[in-house]
């Protein structure tokens, strides 16, 4: 089982960045799968979750309305596109599915 995250950078406040994981190992198609992330000094932290069929998502309060969680299952892979970031979403992003971490990709909003 393998989750491989990508896509992360550097980006100016109010910017967009879409993060991928890729899956391999599993039955993806089978599977829900979760973004997390962790900031600086803080603990790890639920963003958003996705259905295994991709029909029904929901989000952390803090995201909603900014970020949307999709996914391609003939493509075995799962997508986080986050607009209108803010400097708070500054964060490691990890994927989760099937008991497996990603590991991470570094996500920083700055001026």
């Known amino acids: 089982v393998q989750l491989v995250e990508s896509g992360g950078g550097l980006v100016q406040p109010g910017g967009s960045l879409r993060l991928s994981c890729a899956a391999s190992?599993?039955?993806?198609?089978?599977?829900?799968m979760r973004w997390y992330r962790q900031a600086p000094g803080k603990e790890r932290e639920l963003v958003g979750y996705?259905?295994?069929?991709?029909?029904?998502?929901n989000y952390t309060d803090s995201v909603k309305g900014r970020f949307t969680i999709s996914r391609d299952n003939a493509k075995n892979t799962v997508y986080l596109q986050m607009n209108s970031l803010k400097p708070e979403d500054t964060a490691i992003y990890y994927c989760?599915?099937?008991?497996?971490w990603g590991q991470g990709t570094q996500v920083t909003v700055s001026s």
């Open positions: 989760f599915g099937r008991s497996q």
């Open positions: 190992g599993f039955t993806f198609s089978r599977v829900h």
């Open positions: 996705i259905s295994s069929d991709g029909s029904n998502t």
